[in-house]
């Protein structure tokens, strides 16, 4: 571990981690992510060191071990400081395998960061193209369109367990993020880098085949690192919430085309939960207006610890500890892994396909469950967005 004290906030934490074990000589799994966050701590503990600069929030690093033996350190580390962390980490940042190919970024995370890798992708030029931002090269890979933004690069959910930022997610509620660099989906629809977890993962093949001159490498370190000064310096957190609102609409729209008209039949109604999706955008439009229209660097401190706290907080409101009672410290009610297979809320896909598949009844009143469960999260995180009860 290693760790940068923050001068104003130092109880507040941004984490940054990538593992360190790996199956064989592990070059791109996981050194790719090793050797970025050690460039990243050697460039912000040099300027530290200098007197230069001294982040406002604190920053912690974490080197994990025996992620591939089943994500233990990052879980042991969670479980160890779980109030301490619950309490003060503001987001999480992940890079695993930094660099799978040398064509475009790629990025998932809770939809509050998608705005803030946005900004920092666009300060960043992509590696080996004149004049092109690493922003500019993503949206011709992987794009999609926001009501709200028009084409903007698609960043993915953090729904399963495939990294380190699985107990941050799932058992902390902490907003987390995984960013890599990768190959180009239009040319191949490989799952992954030819070398993954063989013995043949080797310096030498990460430098002739995956990055020669590691110029994707830098970029990820150069994007990466603008996230976590802007998450740990900015005086309002860079999240936004109506991004979050975008989200959930669109897996209750796809909950409703999929699941409604079977559920109106056994007279499950499925109003509440589009209720608290109602209430949830008009909170975070209230915060977003909260936050645009105050002068907060002439505010007193406590209006903007107050607004940053709202926005720290906000996917801890998600978490509902029996939620998923046979799933181990699965908490995240919108995050959740499904076996569903469906673009909505993971825990009503799920007992809607085993209700679907078994006809029982009791197995009905469960997809009821769930139903009442997502309507009582969302609505509870509508609420911490606004000012008071």
Known sequence: MGVIRGSVEPDRYVIYGNHRDSWVHGAIDPSSGTSVMLELTRVLGQMVKQGKWRPRRSIIFGSWGAEEFGLIGSAEYTEQYFTKLSERTVAYINVDIAVFANATLRASGMPSVQNLLFTAAKQVDAPGLDSTSVYDNWIRYFNRTSPARGVIPRVGYLSGAGSDYAAFVHYLGITSMDLSYTYDRSKTNARIYPAYHTAYDTFDYASKFIDPGFVSHQAIARTAGNVLIRLADSLVLPLNCSDYAESLEDYLQSAVTLYEGQLKARNIS??????????????????????????????TPLKVRRINDQLMLLDRAFLDPLAFPDKYAYRHVIWASSSAGRPTFPGLADAYAHAESSAQSSDWDKVHYHLSVLSQAIEGAAHTLVDVI
Request: glycine share 0%; aromatic share 4%.
């Open 270 to 299: 499925m109003e509440p939960l589009k209720r608290a999706v109602s209430s949830f955008r008009s909170a975070a439009s209230h915060l977003d207006r909260v936050i645009h229209s105050s002068d907060l660097a002439n505010e």
